[in-house]
């Protein structure tokens, strides 16, 4: 999990750790999530890490729009999260372009799938 370095932001990838029963301290810190920084640039650190299977980051729109938009090779934002919105993008390689959208959800709908309903 990655997210910026803001307290929203690993507050909420926090929620979502606990709710996959993963590690809060695997929950990773970084300024390639803030506004203003090149999603290219997030990608290319996602490819050094060649034992990474997945990853969740948490942000803020319009970066993460932003980020979508490259994974996806779209030149144009696609999408408008919300505020704690959701994205599953399947990467088979950690650059530009290699991405496919899964799923897309919104705040409420993800508060219902962690408690169940």
């Known amino acids: 999990m990655r997210c ?3 307290f929203n932001s690993c507050a909420q990838a926090e929620i979502f750790a ?3 029963d993963s590690a809060k301290a695997k929950i990773e810190k970084t300024d390639l999530l803030l506004p203003g920084a ?15 299977e997945s990853v969740m ?8 729009d932003e980020l979508i938009s490259a994974a996806l090779g779209a030149k144009k934002d696609l999408t408008e ?15 530009a372009g290699a991405g496919k959208l899964l799923w897309l959800t919104t705040p409420r ?5 962690s408690k169940g309903q």
């Open 57 to 64: 980051c948490f942000g803020h729109a319009p970066h993460l």
């Open 109 to 113: 709908i993800a508060r219902k799938l």
């Open 81 to 95: 999260l919300k505020k704690s919105g959701v994205a599953c993008i399947d990467l088979s390689r950690a650059h």
């Open 18 to 20: 606990e709710t996959l």
């Open 38 to 52: 090149e999603p290219s640039a997030f990608l290319r650190e996602l490819s050094r890490k060649k034992s990474v």
């Open 4 to 6: 910026r370095d803001s």
